[in-house]
């Protein structure tokens, strides 16, 4: 069973600051793994997906890298600010044809203005 | 475009009492997955349809069951609920296989 692991769990950096989110997942078996972000009591907001076949991607000054091999994911946030205050969700899918994802359980980022 | 919408937004119900939620995709999605998350357990995967025909199935009792219909809106049903049931219900919709998943706001259930 693929399992989905999010470290740290929580995070509080000062705004201007650039971070790195990791993700790890145990069945390299995947088809794309997507990155999201929830605000308190919100539903999700996806920042970026990347095929199996991909290593990276980027949206202005979001970066996520995929490593398949070894199961690792990582979220570089650029120049931090306030508003990127929210938790964050990688989310991987194992099953060609299907939409199922499995999440992992977050890091909550605390931006200090 | 609009997005995914969910309604109702807020429920209270008693323990034994059913629920139905529901779930309109963003137009011209024909996948909806719906997503249980609980502080305990976090984000799990409750089942998906794709054109009225459910395509998987998460590890939920039987009581959890859904169904799809024709333009593509989606509901789900809870029967004899539980204080576990408690939640935040989310579905998703997208418009192909693999591609990026589309969140509605949520439906917050209350089981008392």
């Known amino acids: 069973k693929q399992e989905v692991t999010q470290i740290p769990a929580a995070l509080s950096v000062p705004e201007g600051e650039n971070l790195v989110l990791n993700c790890s997942f145990t069945?390299?078996?995947?088809?794309?793994l997507q990155w999201f972000r929830q605000d308190p009591g919100k539903g999700l907001t996806s920042l970026l997906l990347?095929?199996?076949?991909?290593r990276e991607q980027t949206s202005g000054r979001l970066n996520a890298s995929l490593d398949k091999s070894s199961g690792r994911s990582t979220l570089y946030i650029a120049a931090s600010q306030p508003g990127d205050s929210a938790t964050y969700l990688c989310?991987?899918?194992?099953?060609?044809?299907?939409?199922?994802?499995?999440f992992g359980t977050g890091t909550r980022l605390t931006v200090i203005p | 475009k609009a997005g995914v919408t969910q309604t109702p937004r807020y429920l209270i119900k008693t323990r034994g009492q059913q629920v139905t939620l529901s779930c309109s995709p963003i137009?011209?999605?024909?996948?909806v997955s719906w997503y249980q998350q609980t502080p305990g357990q976090g984000l799990q995967f409750l089942f998906e349809?794709?054109?009225?025909?459910?395509?998987n199935k998460g590890n939920f009792p039987g009581r959890f069951s859904g169904r799809q219909f024709s333009n593509s809106r989606s509901e789900m049903n809870v029967s004899t609920l539980e204080l576990g049931d408690s939640a935040l219900y989310l579905c998703?919709?997208?418009?192909?296989?693999?591609?990026?998943?589309?969140f509605g706001p949520g439906t917050r259930l209350l089981v008392l």
């Open positions: 990347i095929q199996s076949s991909q």
């Open positions: 989310a991987v899918t194992s099953q060609t044809g299907a939409n199922n994802l499995f």
């Open positions: 137009s011209g999605h024909r996948s």
């Open positions: 998703a919709s997208s418009l192909k296989d693999e591609e990026t998943q589309y």
């Open positions: 349809y794709f054109s009225e025909t459910q395509r």
């Open positions: 069945d390299s078996a995947i088809y794309n």
